[in-house]
T-cell receptor, first 113, second 113 residues
C-alpha cells in the first residue's frame, strides 16, 4: 500500500459544485505536491508546499485552491471547474532538499460534467 | 523545452527477456533520478532511484545504469514478466529552492507471455 493516502478515489462533480481533494502522509516529509495527469501523459506539477508554505504555483487557474493545514495534510479545493479539468489528480511528498523517497498517492480520478 | 527525453515510447518484450528504457537529461543541476512504474488508474509507484555519484544501482530484477558524462541513464528489467506490463517514467529532481520533479514522456511496456 502507498504511504500517501488520497481521498476520494473517484469524484464526479458539476461545473457549479465545490469539492475538496484530501491527501495525508506520515513519513515526516516536509515537501508536498499536487500533480495533474491526463491519459497517456506524464504528471504535470501544479503546486509545491515546503514546510507548510506554498513555494511553487505553476500558473494554475484560481479555480484550484491548495491548502496545507499541517505537515501531514494537503488539500485541493475545487470550484467552478471545466470539463477539460477532468484528470487524475495526484498528491506526492518527499524529503526536501534531495527529493529522497518522492512518493505518490494513488490519485483521485476527477470527472467534471 | 523538454529537459528529460525518454525512449522508446513503447516496448514489447517476451517473457524472460530484458527490457531496456533510456533517458537523457540536459540540466546538470539535477541531483536525483527516480524511475516510476504506473498501472492504469493508479498513481506512479517509486521503483528505484539513483544519484549522479553512483554509476549503477540494482534492486532485484531492476537496475539503473547512470552515465554522468553523457547525461544519460537507463532502466534494465531482467527476466521480464507479464506483471511488469505498465508505463514507466524516468524523472529528474533538482533540490535547493526548486523541488520540481521533471518527467520523461513515459514508455508503455508490454511483456508477452
Amino acid at each position: 500500500d502507498t504511504e500517501v493516502t488520497q481521498t476520494p478515489k473517484h469524484l464526479v462533480m458539476g461545473m457549479t459544485n465545490k469539492k475538496s481533494l484530501k491527501c495525508e502522509q506520515h513519513m515526516g516529509h516536509r515537501a508536498m505536491y499536487w500533480y495533474k495527469q491526463k491519459a497517456k501523459k506524464p504528471p504535470e506539477l501544479m503546486f509545491v508546499y515546503s514546510y507548510e508554505k506554498l513555494s511553487i504555483n505553476e500558473s494554475v487557474p484560481s479555480r484550484f485552491s491548495p491548502e496545507c493545514p499541517n505537515s501531514s495534510l494537503l488539500n485541493l479545493h475545487l470550484h467552478a471547474l471545466q470539463p477539460e479539468d477532468s484528470a487524475l489528480y495526484l498528491c506526492a511528498s518527499s524529503q526536501l532538499q534531495l527529493g529522497q523517497g518522492y512518493t505518490f498517492g494513488s490519485g483521485t480520478r476527477l470527472t467534471v460534467v | 523545452q523538454q529537459q528529460v527525453k525518454q525512449s522508446p515510447q513503447s516496448l514489447i518484450v517476451q517473457k524472460g527477456g530484458i527490457s531496456i528504457i533510456n533517458c537523457a537529461y540536459e540540466n546538470t543541476a539535477f541531483d536525483y533520478f527516480p524511475w516510476y512504474q504506473q498501472f492504469p488508474g493508479k498513481g506512479p509507484a517509486l521503483l528505484i532511484a539513483i544519484r549522479p555519484d553512483v554509476s549503477e544501482k540494482k534492486e532485484g530484477r531492476f537496475t539503473i545504469s547512470f552515465n554522468k558524462s553523457a547525461k544519460q541513464f537507463s532502466l534494465h528489467i531482467m527476466d521480464s514478466q507479464p506483471g511488469d506490463s505498465a508505463t514507466y517514467f524516468c524523472a529528474a529532481f533538482r533540490g535547493g529552492s526548486n523541488y520540481k520533479l521533471t518527467f520523461g514522456k513515459g514508455t508503455l511496456l508490454t511483456v508477452n507471455p
